[in-house]
């Protein structure tokens, strides 16, 4: 019976030479990540309200229409949910470069004329405009917290003092990606890096070493 030689023994590969270890992104890299990365989880976050809202919407219509029931907690709701939804996207949609520009000039320029750009953006109109709301909003938010205001609706929603803080965190989470911008482009203009990637590619989180 002729059959199939099997070899007396197998070759065990050698082990080459471990990989060199990536190495860990430089400081201001890890910074930009883990601030912009509040403004991602915020927004992600707050992106399921538009979903809720459509489905709150479409049972307050039914509701009314084919049961003829209502709640005026349920309708207002709708307002908390699209006030949120704005309020806490706003940082997000800076972040992804979301918000409408018109621009002329800017894309022929390169990228230090860019970064100049950007930079005097941030420092003269958007930190300071961020201020203003905040500094505007500060004695509106807290006589609201001082009467604990709710809804002047009978069966309304309470917690409109709630809402009413999200004057002061909208502008608190667009500064935070002002100061994202501030750093980009104070790195293009010092020659540290000619184009900072986005969080996405940093391999880091807030807390690593």
Known sequence: ??????????????????????????????????LEWVNDWVGRAAAWLALLMVAVTFLVVVLRYLFDLGWIAMQESVTYMHAMLFMLGIGY???????????????????????????GGTLVLLFPVCLFIAWIGWDYVASSWSVREGSREAGGLPGVYLLKTLILVMPGLVMIQGLVLVL??????????????????????????
């Open 1 to 34: 019976m002729i059959g199939r030689s099997t070899p007396s023994h197998r070759r065990t590969p050698v082990p080459g030479p471990d990989p060199a270890p990536r190495p860990s992104p430089p400081w201001w890299r890890r910074a930009i990540a883990g």
């Open 93 to 119: 949609a800076l972040r992804h470069e979301g918000h409408v520009r018109v621009d002329v000039f800017y894309y022929r320029m390169g990228p230090r004329a860019r970064a100049w750009v950007d930079l």
């Open 184 to 209: 980009r482009n104070t790195l293009v203009l010092l020659g540290i890096d000619e184009s900072v990637p986005p969080a996405e590619s940093v391999d880091t989180r807030p807390g690593d070493a």
